[in-house]
C-alpha cells in the first residue's frame, strides 16, 4: 500500500487512526465519515494514496463503485447518492481520492 505523509485517509487504511470501518479488503476500506450532514455518510476509497483523477482513471474505479452502490444499497434502502468532489471549487476537502455514499433521508429540493 502506498501510504502519503500526513494523508489522515492513508493512516486510517494502515490502521494508525481510528475510524468505524464497514467493510475492508486488500484494496478497499469503507469507513463512516467525520462529518453528519445526512443521517448516512460514508466513504469508499482505496487504500493506496491515489488522487480523485487518479481513481478515476484507474480499474479500480469500478471496485470502488460496485462497493459504494453495495453500501448505499446496504444502508439507503429507500435511495442514496454516490458523490465524488474534485478540487478546491468542487469542495473537495482531502487528497485521497475517494467516493461519498449519502443517504438515510430525502435528499430532495424541499427535505
Do not use: T
Not at 481510528?18 to 462529518?35: M, Q, R, S
Amino acid at each position: 500500500m502506498d501510504a502519503r505523509e500526513g494523508c489522515v485517509f492513508c493512516a486510517i487504511a494502515a490502521g494508525r487512526e481510528p475510524a468505524k470501518v464497514h467493510y475492508e479488503d486488500e484494496e478497499i476500506i469503507v469507513i463512516d465519515n467525520v462529518l453528519d450532514w445526512v443521517p448516512v455518510m460514508l466513504l469508499v476509497m482505496p487504500k493506496r494514496h491515489m488522487s480523485q483523477q487518479d481513481l478515476w482513471s484507474d480499474g479500480l474505479v469500478a471496485r470502488v463503485g460496485k462497493k459504494a452502490v453495495e453500501m448505499g444499497e446496504r444502508f439507503c434502502p429507500g435511495g442514496y447518492r454516490l458523490l465524488s468532489n474534485f478540487g478546491r471549487d468542487g469542495l473537495q476537502s482531502q487528497e485521497h481520492g475517494h467516493v461519498h455514499v449519502i443517504g438515510g433521508i430525502y435528499l430532495g429540493p424541499y427535505a
